[in-house]
């Protein structure tokens, strides 16, 4: 099968009964709540705009390289990246935007990227796989955070 370009638009929404505050170290340490290749350092100064991190993983024999690049931050409530998967229409973006609540915090995950599939799966797949993994990431944040503030009042 050859390949073809899927655009991937997401957006994902959790509550985190936290204050930004107590979210933002986490949601800058990606490597405890991402699912799937782990974007690893490669350049800039960790966590500030213009640290590029770079994930590799091989699906069905295929290699994906997505690099990542932070371009805004705005501690505590706001962090965009620039995301290069070498698909044609490069770059995409994914942005986290945490709002506070009355003693919560809505965090959302914003995305839009191209990406080059091969195989059998259909873009549709693609994209639910995708919204999938992206909720199950910010799942685990909140129980971190979660599991963070509960240790912090003890």
């Known amino acids: 099968m050859s390949s073809r ?8 929404v959790v509550e985190i009964p936290a204050e ?16 799937g290749a782990k974007p690893v350092w490669e350049s ?7 640290e590029v991190r770079v994930a590799r993983e091989a699906i069905d024999g295929a290699e994906y390289r997505l690099a990542v690049e932070t371009v805004v931050l705005e501690p505590p409530f706001r962090k965009v990246v620039k995301l290069l998967t ?7 973006w994914a942005a986290w935007q945490l709002v506070p609540l009355a003693g919560s915090t809505l965090v959302s ?5 191209r990406h080059e599939i091969d195989g059998g799966t259909t873009a549709d ?4 796989a995708n ?8 799942a685990t944040l ?3 955070v979660e599991e963070e503030v509960a240790g912090d009042e003890k």
């Open 5 to 12: 370009t899927v655009d991937l638009v997401t957006r994902n």
């Open 20 to 35: 930004p505050a107590a979210i933002w170290p986490l949601l800058l340490d990606p490597d405890r709540w991402k699912q």
């Open 44 to 50: 800039g100064e960790p966590g500030a705009v213009g």
């Open 86 to 92: 070498g698909a044609p229409d490069d770059p995409g």
């Open 109 to 113: 995950y914003d995305v839009y990227s």
């Open 125 to 128: 797949d693609y994209r639910a």
């Open 131 to 138: 919204r999938l993994r992206f909720d199950a990431e910010l």
């Open 142 to 144: 909140k129980r971190l």
